[in-house]
């Protein structure tokens, strides 16, 4: 298949390096950096730079730009696309995104599914991809109502990349969990440094400190757009951490014991249940 | 030297493999358990099994219990220890353990000093304990009106044993600086895998869930009784923490993506600076 990835940064760098390195599929690598693309050439992660002509050939486009660029990737080359071309994003939020990318697809001949590889680090740009980026990671796709059989094989390709888990779900369910497991955690590493404390933590920190605080390394652009995306979830999901938090605050407060060895003890079951 | 070791668990027991790994001193092990006692001295972790004599003889005594065991142990062997036997503990709060063991050793002729070796994981047990668990970490003394020379000692010691960074502070600023770095990380794990989604995030999580909710695989117990020894300092960072939390989750509920900008860049810049 000639497969086409459009932004050649973490995500998009990274599955270029990853069908390389693991498919005989051509690559075709496209971005408004002309080094990245003399860079990605160089070093193997694409087998061509992309033109207008290598997007119409493109079996599989995968659309790895920012929310609102990836809409508007799609829409200015809507016609461009060839009939039954997959189309995907890899967008960390799926609402505002699915919908638009679903019409136009409609309208064009094209298939989008909707999906979002589960993967990151704190460095971003071509320079910090790689092709091991995917291991064991998850790959949720949101179908909506994409023929199967391209649904099959963007989750082929994403074994090959080296995806351990993949999971399907609606739109809907995808922004809610995502909320929960990766956008609190963010919110979360940068209201933790706030503290006047974290200034002086050196010399007074271990592990812990390091987990809480490592993502507050964030790219604030891309995440301020994710949030906005996904308001109602976030905001949701942050009124119950709060809540769960001045649970076990007032508990400490109070001085009970009990109550605080209650909670404990029932997030450690929580933990060791489900992981 | 002598040293003795009272509770073989995840530190006691890492003390014991650290000292005999990398000195040549005398490791005399003293646990409750005794096939603790035996697989110690099995593993070579420790030299001896030990008894009343061979606590009379130690010249330095790490008391690895919780706080109020700590307190307890000290007290009821006050008079037992030789002059000027450094006695240390590795608790991790100082209130209420550092004023009652400086006092007892005052009264009996012995030194005290506190100390807290940064380092955990979330198994705990002789069986869990490993000669490289202090590789790098920090160690913490408070050495109050202890005299130079045996906090010094205990310094070498904890060179020895492999700890990367020795910080020396009052009893006040490690309540303080502790309250943020490792007792809110364990509330904040524990709130985090309170919310509904945690039963769901299989499929759907990466590293920054994993992360977030490592600790709340919590030791009870043990936390319950660190929580209620710190609960002034904790209830204050606890505060400051939704606080901030609250100012991010207000900026995206407004849609201020001025303001989320704002905030999510300062974070960022504090990682960089403080790490």
């Given at each position: 298949?000639?497969?086409?990835?459009?932004?050649?940064?973490?995500?998009?760098?990274?599955?270029?390096?990853?069908?390389?390195?693991?498919?005989?599929?051509?690559?075709?690598g496209?971005?408004r950096d002309?080094?990245?693309?003399?860079?990605?050439?160089?070093l193997?992660?694409?087998?061509r730079?992309?033109?207008?002509?290598?997007?119409?050939?493109?079996d599989?486009?995968?659309?790895?730009?920012?929310?609102e660029?990836?809409?508007?990737f799609?829409?200015?080359?809507?016609?461009?696309f060839?009939?039954?071309?997959?189309?995907?994003?890899v967008?960390?939020?799926?609402?505002?995104?699915?919908?638009?990318?679903?019409?136009?697809?409609?309208?064009?001949?094209?298939?989008?599914?909707?999906?979002?590889?589960?993967?990151?680090?704190?460095?971003?740009?071509?320079?910090?991809?790689?092709?091991?980026?995917?291991?064991?990671?998850?790959?949720?796709f949101?179908?909506?109502?994409?023929?199967?059989?391209?649904?099959?094989?963007?989750?082929?390709?994403?074994?090959a990349?080296?995806?351990?888990?993949?999971?399907?779900?609606?739109?809907?369910k995808?922004?809610?969990?995502?909320?929960?497991?990766?956008?609190?955690?963010?919110?979360?590493?940068?209201a933790?440094?706030?503290?006047?404390?974290?200034d002086?933590?050196?010399?007074?920190s271990?592990?812990?400190?390091r987990?809480?605080s490592?993502?507050?390394?964030?790219?604030?652009?891309?995440w301020?757009?994710?949030?906005?995306?996904?308001?109602e979830?976030?905001?949701?999901?942050?009124?119950?951490?709060?809540?769960n938090i001045?649970?076990i605050?007032?508990?400490v407060?109070d001085?009970?014991?009990?109550?605080?060895?209650?909670l404990?003890?029932?997030?450690?079951?929580?933990k060791?249940?489900?992981g």
């Open positions: 298949m000639q497969i086409a990835i459009i932004g050649l940064g973490l995500i998009g760098g990274s599955i270029a390096k990853a069908l390389k390195a693991n498919t005989t599929h051509t690559v075709v496209f971005d002309e080094n990245v693309l003399l860079d990605a050439l160089f193997g992660a694409i087998d730079i992309g033109s207008t002509t290598a997007l119409r050939e493109a599989v486009v995968y659309v790895c730009l920012y929310p660029d990836a809409v508007a799609v829409r200015e080359n809507a016609e461009r060839k009939p039954r071309c997959i189309v995907t994003d967008c960390g939020i799926k609402g505002g995104v699915c919908g638009r990318l679903a019409a136009l697809a409609a309208e064009n001949g094209f298939v989008y599914v909707g999906g979002h590889p589960m993967a990151g680090k704190e460095r971003s740009g071509f320079e910090a991809s790689e092709a091991g980026l995917f291991y064991n990671a998850s790959y949720i949101v179908p909506g109502d994409a023929p199967q059989d391209a649904v099959k094989t963007l989750a082929e390709l994403a074994g990349m080296g995806f351990g888990t993949i999971q399907y779900c609606t739109q809907q995808h922004d809610r969990m995502i909320a929960y497991t990766s956008q609190v955690p963010h919110v979360l590493a940068c933790y440094v706030m503290s006047p404390r974290c002086e933590h050196n010399g007074f271990a592990g812990s400190y987990d809480v490592r993502v507050a390394k964030i790219n604030a652009e891309l301020a757009d994710l949030f906005l995306s996904n308001r979830e976030l905001t949701d999901e942050l009124s119950e951490l709060i809540r001045e649970s605050r007032t508990a407060e001085g009970d014991r009990e109550k605080i060895l209650a404990l003890s029932a997030a450690r079951e929580k060791e249940k489900f």
